[in-house]
């Protein structure tokens, strides 16, 4: 698809209702088994919504995660998870964002969306001046060959969990701990570290309207979830909502 077909894509799509829930700072595991739980639970009117958080220090290895990437982990706890891909780090002054959305409803597929995000990550970083791109075969965010935001998706049923994770302003050494990614090597960055804004707080806002720009949603606040018992809600019936 060419960059008018796909901008074309996006303007057909109808705003959607989506919870948007910020979790603030929590541990890893809690928010993950919640995602889990909350997949299990939703059905065909279940509302999308979107989790943002910052996790405490935490490597987590993908479904095929290789425990030799993980090179002097030290003090941070490591988890092997459900989610594609191999090693990375989750810290302070990283935004992450979960997006539990329903592909089917979106008539999007697998590829589509991790562009999607892709996308919404390269159009934030527009903001302040800063070109990024894609690279082939290696998912994710990446300037100057620096990799400033990993993806690790996990699909199920149609409706997906886990995501993002975009290093906006943190300490990078534990990316020195682990090969990133899967890759020896590999550089990392940080939006700070590009000439961005110190703090977090400053591009959330930015992030997630280009995400809710790329998948048609209208992002309604919320309270953050119940992580021992992430019940879905009915997603509103009305004709806007009409798919």
Same mark, same amino acid.
């Given at each position: 698809?060419?960059?008018?077909?796909?901008?074309?894509?996006?303007?057909?799509? !109808?705003?959607?209702?989506?919870?948007?829930?910020?979790?603030?700072?929590?541990?890893?595991?809690?928010?993950?088994?919640?995602?889990?739980?909350?997949?299990?639970?939703?059905? =065909?009117?279940?509302?999308?919504?979107?989790?943002?958080?910052?996790?405490?220090? !935490?490597?987590?290895?993908?479904?095929?995660?290789?425990?030799?990437?993980?090179?002097?982990?030290?003090?941070?706890?490591?988890?092997?998870?459900?989610?594609?891909?191999?090693?990375?780090?989750?810290?302070?002054?990283?935004?992450?964002?979960?997006?539990?959305?329903?592909?089917?409803?979106?008539?999007?597929?697998?590829?589509?969306?991790?562009?999607?995000?892709?996308?919404?990550?390269? =159009?934030?970083?527009?903001?302040? @001046?800063?070109?990024? %791109?894609?690279?082939?075969?290696?998912?994710?965010?990446? !300037? @100057?060959?620096?990799?400033? %935001?990993?993806?690790?998706?996990?699909?199920?049923?149609?409706?997906?969990?886990?995501?993002?994770?975009? @290093?906006?302003?943190?300490?990078?050494?534990?990316?020195?701990?682990?090969?990133?990614?899967?890759?020896?090597?590999?550089?990392?960055?940080? !939006?700070?570290?590009?000439?961005?804004?110190?703090?977090?707080?400053?591009?959330?806002?930015?992030?997630?309207?280009?995400?809710? %720009?790329?998948?048609?949603? %209208?992002?309604?606040?919320?309270?953050?979830?119940?992580?021992?018992?992430?019940?879905?809600?009915?997603?509103?019936?009305?004709?806007?909502?009409?798919?």
């Amino acid at each position: 698809m060419g960059a008018s077909e796909k901008h074309a894509s996006l303007q057909s799509l !109808v705003p959607r209702s989506c919870l948007l829930r910020d979790l603030g700072r929590q541990p890893y595991e809690p928010v993950w088994r919640a995602m889990q739980r909350f997949t299990d639970l939703r059905d =065909d009117d279940s509302s999308d919504e979107i989790w943002v958080v910052e996790h405490d220090p !935490v490597f987590t290895l993908g479904q095929a995660g290789k425990p030799e990437h993980v090179l002097m982990p030290g003090d941070i706890p490591v988890l092997h998870v459900d989610r594609g891909g191999q090693v990375t780090y989750h810290g302070p002054g990283q935004i992450v964002v979960y997006p539990l959305l329903d592909l089917r409803r979106l008539k999007i597929g697998v590829r589509e969306y991790v562009c999607r995000i892709e996308q919404a990550v390269i =159009d934030t970083l527009a903001e302040w @001046n800063i070109h990024a %791109a894609r690279r082939e075969g290696a998912p994710g965010v990446y !300037v @100057n060959g620096a990799k400033v %935001a990993a993806l690790g998706i996990r699909v199920r049923r149609g409706c997906t969990f886990h995501g993002l994770a975009f @290093n906006a302003a943190m300490d990078l050494e534990p990316f020195g701990r682990i090969n990133p990614c899967g890759y020896a090597g590999l550089r990392v960055t940080s !939006v700070l570290d590009l000439g961005g804004p110190s703090s977090p707080d400053a591009m959330k806002p930015v992030l997630l309207d280009a995400m809710a %720009a790329q998948f048609g949603l %209208a992002l309604q606040a919320a309270p953050p979830p119940d992580l021992a018992d992430p019940r879905p809600v009915a997603a509103p019936t009305s004709s806007t909502q009409a798919a």
